[in-house]
């Protein structure tokens, strides 16, 4: 019988669970809700999933959680909506809540790990994950291997500078329209489209729908997204030179999104193309949806053992 694993999702609303056999098979599946307000909260949650899987036999524990992650020490520095953690020995405390070895490492690079391993850039040697949300998320795989950075950080792509006059008053989110996320999030890019028809809020499906409908405030709406997207993939390129661009989130479902991308990365990098002394990136859509937390979990833990 092949060997089973437990792997978590924490997020700020539910933690996601599932058993998993070491190829990535998902065998069970469930979540609770997440208690992000205290240390003793958060373990109390962990508690209830150990008691969700008590009939299942498992190695080891993965986690992908928020936050900026040192997965190879098992420190969360920080922990997203989980305001309490401060350079917390996360894979110790949770391990000890299920008594098996435990990894952890940050949700976004578990996104492009999921990719690497059995997804979008499992053919490449190098690559990133954009995945459009209220932010950014994702990564950047260097070499086979997910680039961490040396300090836990790398692909931090939310805060990537479009606009660097911004920094003169100190970088943070009260200046989002300056950064990368306040340009091509799929938060971002609703937003301007509500601004442009006067509504309170809008969501990716009314967008889309309309935007493929002709409608000209959302293909204005998009046709900058993509701009911005490939504007950013080509200053990206000059500093690392992927091969492979995978995107994914809600909104790359339509197959638009990738397109969009796609289309306009090749107009941004044709006409320099006899100049820039880097190649230009494919760009794909992302193999994995909601489970690529779980998957990319999985798969730094299974590597851990290596």
Same mark, same amino acid.
């Given at each position: 019988?092949? =060997?089973? !694993?437990?792997?978590?999702?924490?997020?700020?609303?539910?933690?996601?669970?599932?058993?998993?056999?070491?190829?990535?098979?998902?065998?069970?599946?469930?979540?609770?809700?997440?208690?992000?307000?205290?240390?003793?909260?958060?373990?109390?949650? +962990?508690?209830?999933?150990?008691?969700?899987?008590?009939?299942?036999?498992?190695?080891?524990?993965?986690?992908?959680?928020?936050?900026?992650?040192?997965?190879?020490?098992?420190?969360?520095?920080?922990?997203?909506?989980?305001?309490?953690?401060?350079?917390?020995?996360?894979?110790?405390? !949770?391990?000890?809540?299920? #008594?098996?070895?435990?990894?952890?490492?940050?949700?976004?690079?578990?996104?492009?790990?999921?990719?690497?391993?059995?997804?979008? +850039?499992?053919?490449?040697?190098?690559?990133?994950?954009?995945?459009?949300?209220?932010?950014?998320?994702?990564?950047?795989?260097?070499?086979?291997?997910?680039?961490?950075?040396?300090?836990?950080?790398?692909?931090?792509?939310?805060?990537?500078?479009?606009?660097?006059?911004?920094?003169?008053?100190?970088?943070?989110?009260?200046?989002?329209?300056?950064?990368?996320?306040?340009?091509?999030?799929?938060?971002?890019?609703?937003?301007?489209?509500?601004?442009?028809?006067?509504? =309170?809020?809008?969501?990716?499906?009314?967008?889309?729908?309309?935007?493929?409908?002709?409608?000209?405030?959302?293909?204005?709406?998009?046709?900058?997204?993509?701009?911005?997207?490939?504007?950013?993939?080509?200053?990206?390129?000059?500093? +690392?030179?992927?091969?492979? !661009?995978?995107? #994914?989130?809600?909104?790359?479902?339509?197959?638009?999104?990738?397109? +969009?991308?796609?289309?306009?990365?090749?107009?941004?990098?044709?006409?320099?193309?006899?100049?820039?002394?880097?190649?230009?990136?494919?760009?794909?859509?992302?193999?994995? #949806?909601?489970?690529?937390?779980?998957?990319?979990?999985?798969?730094?833990?299974?590597?851990?053992?290596?």
């Amino acid at each position: 019988m092949a =060997q089973q !694993y437990l792997v978590l999702d924490i997020g700020g609303t539910f933690i996601k669970y599932a058993i998993m056999d070491e190829a990535g098979k998902l065998v069970h599946q469930g979540k609770v809700p997440a208690q992000t307000k205290s240390e003793e909260g958060t373990l109390e949650a +962990l508690k209830n999933v150990r008691d969700a899987v008590l009939d299942f036999e498992v190695e080891g524990v993965a986690i992908s959680m928020p936050g900026r992650i040192d997965t190879a020490a098992g420190i969360a520095h920080t922990g997203g909506a989980f305001r309490w953690v401060h350079d917390y020995p996360a894979a110790q405390k !949770y391990g000890a809540v299920f #008594g098996k070895p435990c990894t952890i490492a940050n949700d976004g690079k578990c996104a492009a790990s999921a990719e690497n391993w059995k997804g979008a +850039l499992a053919d490449v040697h190098s690559g990133a994950v954009l995945v459009l949300g209220t932010g950014i998320g994702g990564g950047i795989v260097i070499n086979d291997r997910v680039w961490m950075g040396a300090t836990g950080g790398a692909g931090e792509l939310s805060l990537f500078i479009t606009e660097h006059s911004a920094l003169k008053g100190g970088l943070g989110w009260g200046n989002v329209d300056t950064m990368w996320s306040g340009r091509i999030s799929a938060a971002a890019i609703t937003k301007k489209y509500a601004f442009a028809k006067g509504l =309170q809020e809008a969501d990716g499906v009314t967008l889309f729908n309309a935007y493929e409908a002709g409608e000209e405030e959302a293909k204005a709406v998009l046709d900058e997204f993509a701009f911005q997207a490939a504007a950013g993939i080509l200053s990206l390129q000059s500093v +690392l030179d992927l091969e492979r !661009y995978a995107i #994914g989130g809600g909104i790359s479902a339509r197959p638009e999104t990738t397109k +969009l991308i796609a289309d306009a990365v090749d107009a941004v990098f044709a006409p320099s193309m006899d100049f820039l002394p880097f190649g230009k990136p494919e760009i794909v859509t992302c193999k994995f #949806g909601n489970e690529a937390n779980l998957i990319g979990a999985l798969a730094f833990h299974l590597s851990s053992r290596e």
